[in-house]
């Protein structure tokens, strides 16, 4: 397995989605995050400052590569200049994805939490992750990037976390 270092200086959100991309065999196009990102919505508000917040509402979409997010909202704060932690939501927020052995990865989720200080992602809210190789469901879904720790929960009246994984030889290579 590879892993993708990442620094501080990079978008927020495209941590945030590592997660949804992570897989234990494949990982989001490592390309992508080379790749300039274009961010639109309805509306626009930011503070200028080092320790401000960017926010975009209002059919928020989010390309870079082969990477595309849709949101209802992008809430992106910055600590001393630096990206420190993302928060995007919506009804649901949706990613796609094409990971670097070519297979398509989409996601939803209500809600997507990265924080960069701690490299922890949060996906909340009837999360639902589908590869080729499988998919996982649930309420929550938590990722550590400096450990690659994957933990999931269903709701909390009793709810359950599924996950169906494919043989090799059945999916998409």
Do not use: W
Not at 52 to 68: A, D, H, K, P
Not at 83 to 106: C, I, K, Y
């Amino acid at each position: 397995m590879q892993r993708h270092a990442m620094s501080q200086s990079r978008s927020a959100i495209i941590a945030g989605v590592l997660l949804l991309c992570s897989s234990a065999t494949a990982y989001a196009r490592s390309s992508d995050r080379r790749q300039p990102m274009d961010v639109e919505g309805a509306s626009f508000d930011t503070s200028l400052n080092d320790n401000g917040v960017t926010v975009f509402t209002g059919n928020v979409t989010i390309r870079q590569g082969s990477l595309m997010i849709q949101a209802d909202r992008a809430e992106i704060s910055r600590a001393g200049g630096n990206p420190s932690r993302a928060v995007l939501s919506g009804r649901p927020v949706r990613l796609t994805e094409q990971l670097d052995d070519g297979t398509p990865m989409n996601a939803t989720s209500a809600r997507v939490d990265y924080d960069l200080r701690t490299e922890i992602v949060v996906f909340t809210g009837g999360v639902n992750l589908q590869q080729p190789r499988g998919n996982l469901s649930g309420d929550r879904v938590t990722y550590n990037m400096k450990s690659g720790q994957v933990a999931s929960g269903g709701a909390a009246g009793g709810g359950r976390v599924k996950m169906r994984i494919m043989p090799k030889n059945a999916g998409t290579p």
